[in-house]
């Protein structure tokens, strides 16, 4: 069984957190190295990521795919490969059993590649991701680049490890995983 660091697009990944266009989105600094780092030590990285905007129709499916490809791309250019995406298109509201806490995607994924998840970890930047994490026995870390930089002071938080961003938690998770 292989070991994987599950990864949150928005806000771990790439800004902004909110678009109305995929193209809008850019890697944040340090996302392909960390990704890197973390393919190199033998992590797979599968993407599990909510885009609700395809249910309100901001954009398609399709096109939210096509513009993972591209991201994919990018990423593979700078030595990085990420697996998904494992995608829920649904709002909160939709009462769906894809959505973020819910572990169905993380399973799909560890299915998919034959994944350990006791073993892995789960990055984010909101409680669902955390939550998630723990649904399936994983570690999990908090990014401070999206969403939790507005309610972790406020709210506390349910990670393992906490900081400013992906690279800084990939190094963590290099640290303590050797």
């Known amino acids: 069984m292989r070991r994987a660091v599950f990864l949150d697009l928005n806000g771990t990944l790439v800004m902004p957190v909110q678009v109305n266009v995929p193209a809008e989105y850019t890697p944040i600094a340090g996302s392909i190295e960390a990704v890197r780092l973390l393919n190199k030590a033998g992590f797979l990285c599968p993407v599990v990521t909510v885009q609700s905007r395809i249910e309100r129709g901001v954009y398609s499916e399709h096109t939210f795919r096509d513009w993972f490809q591209t991201l994919q791309r990018q990423f593979s250019e700078g030595g990085a490969e990420l697996l998904g995406p494992y995608l829920c298109p649904h709002s909160s509201r939709a009462g769906c059993d894809c959505h973020k806490p819910k572990p169905t995607l993380y399973r799909d994924a560890a299915r998919d590649w ?3 998840c006791a073993r892995s970890y789960v990055v984010g930047d909101t409680l669902d991701d955390i939550r998630a994490g723990s649904a399936i026995g994983a570690q999990s870390c908090l990014v401070l680049t999206g969403w939790a930089s507005r309610y972790v002071d406020a709210f506390g ?6 900081d400013a961003d992906i690279l800084t938690v990939a190094k963590w998770i290099l640290r303590i995983a050797s």
Request: glycine share 0%; no cysteine; hydrophobic share 55%.
């Open 114 to 116: 034959e994944i350990d």
């Open 157 to 162: 938080h349910e990670a393992a490890f906490v």
